[in-house]
């Protein structure tokens, strides 16, 4: 039922674009690029220092990190799932690149470091797949030196535009179920996705011993067409590895055949239609 995904760094090179159009895909690598420079700018990277990059995925910060210091610091790429660092290294040997580095396996709710051994602390995305996030943003707190910083960008899934709202109840079936469920979903606090917002992460960051915590709410309008298959895409796809898919998560609710008539009676709706999607974020910078 969902498409396929094994692993994180195939769901960074391929599933998180599913349903998006080619234009959208290079949207998406902009805006990618764009949240990576807000963070190093609030970083203050200098050249000597030791950077850690948590759950880097395919390296959007780290890899930029290294060559802000000319690869004459110490960045450690770090994650929880090997398949993350392999494919870092690999592109690092290519380019001939063995020097200013480390590579860290490890959960960041365990960060494989001493106390107070960096300088900056990294992060994009990585909190809301994480169901409890005190003990990470503890952990966090603890590997940087005094001083340090924590730079990092999180999604809040729970304040965007839910699919109800983008849909006309003449024109769904069972429109009024549909909206609960979704509401309940998103209020769920096992659901590491939606469990959190500006004013937790705020809290986290104050519990963990943060002096200085901004956490800056930053909403995004997109416009765009709805294509024919999109709404396929947008159930179908996991939001990470291993993790279900909204069809999934709606069929905790509703039994297949339900689901699968919401979808293509959304389909139908929004085919050809402009919709104007908000999503929140927030940006953190906080010194220890
Ligand atoms: C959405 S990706 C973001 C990757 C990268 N930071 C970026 O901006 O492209 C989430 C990353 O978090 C990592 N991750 C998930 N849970 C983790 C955990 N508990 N500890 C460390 N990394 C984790 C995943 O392996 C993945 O690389």
């Known amino acids: 039922m969902s498409e396929v995904c094994e692993n994180w760094t195939q769901w960074l090179k391929q599933n998180r674009f599913a349903g998006q159009t080619p234009e959208m895909i290079e949207q998406t690598i902009k805006w990618l690029e764009a949240v990576r420079d807000v963070i190093l700018v609030y970083a203050e990277i200098q050249p000597h220092e030791t950077i850690l990059d948590i759950g880097t995925g395919t390296g959007l910060l780290a890899f930029k990190a290294l060559e802000l210091q000319n690869c004459k610091g110490n960045v450690i ?21 063995n020097e200013g580095y480390q590579m860290l396996l490890c959960p960041c709710e365990h960060i494989a470091l001493p106390d107070s051994t960096v300088h900056k602390a990294l992060m994009r995305s990585v909190l809301v797949h994480i169901v409890n996030k005190q003990p ?4 966090i707190y603890r590997v940087l030196k005094p001083g340090g910083k924590f730079c990092a960008f999180e999604p809040i899934i729970s304040s965007n535009t839910r699919y109800w709202e983008i849909l006309d109840p003449v024109y769904i079936d069972k429109y009024e179920d549909f909206k609960k469920a979704e509401n309940e979903m998103m209020e769920n606090p096992l659901d590491s996705l939606c469990n959190f917002d500006q004013n937790t992460l705020k809290m986290n960051l104050e519990i963990a011993g943060f002096s200085n915590s901004d956490v800056k709410l930053q909403e995004v309008k997109s416009n765009y067409v709805v294509q024919e298959g999109m709404v396929a895409q947008w159930f179908n796809n996991p939001p990470s590895p291993g993790q279900p898919t909204t069809k999934e998560r709606y069929m905790k609710y509703f039994d297949e055949g339900a689901v699968d008539k919401f979808i293509s009676d959304a389909q139908k709706y929004l085919t050809g239609r402009e919709i104007s999607l908000k999503t929140n974020a927030v940006f953190i910078n906080a010194t220890k």
């Not at 990470?136 to 952990?139: C, L, S």
Request: glycine share 0%.
């Open 136 to 139: 990470a943003i503890n952990e």
């Open 77 to 97: 790429f770090s994650d929880k799932f090997q398949d993350c660092l392999l494919d870092c290294q690999r592109i690092l040997d290519q380019s001939c690149i």
